[in-house]
Nanobody, 122 residues
């Protein structure tokens, strides 16, 4: 059973930086894509950034140029470096992973982490 766990998050002042990491645990898995989404109070869950196994990236319009996503395929871990943070970046950040099992059922999976709070004060 694949699980993803987020690390990082916390409180930061506007203009500051923060890093998040997400580790996907589980044996015999191949991760197709990993990504970060965020949800502010009363809002919907929106894409922040995603990265595939070939390291191609995609960013939400509001974070492009300020946030950088990367991954370490050997560690099944994705990272999100957030710079020039703004109060509107305040949200719960969720890690998402898509992939398939490389043994047994060979089924696809699609899992979410529990989320980590990021609060940017002005």
């Amino acid at each position: 059973q694949v699980q993803v766990v987020e690390f990082g998050g916390g409180d930061v002042q506007a203009g500051g930086s923060l890093g998040l990491s997400c580790e996907a645990s589980g044996s015999s898995v191949s991760l197709i894509a990993m990504g970060w989404y965020r949800q502010a109070p009363g809002g919907q869950r929106d894409l922040v950034a995603s990265i595939d196994a070939g390291h191609s990236t995609n960013y939400g319009d509001s974070v492009r140029g300020r946030f950088t996503i990367s991954r370490d395929n050997a560690k099944n871990t994705a990272y999100l470096q957030m710079n020039s943070l703004k109060p509107e970046d305040t949200a719960i950040y969720y890690c998402h992973a898509q992939g398939y099992y490389t043994s047994g059922s060979y089924e696809r999976f699609d899992v979410w982490g529990q989320g980590t709070q990021v609060t940017v004060s002005s």
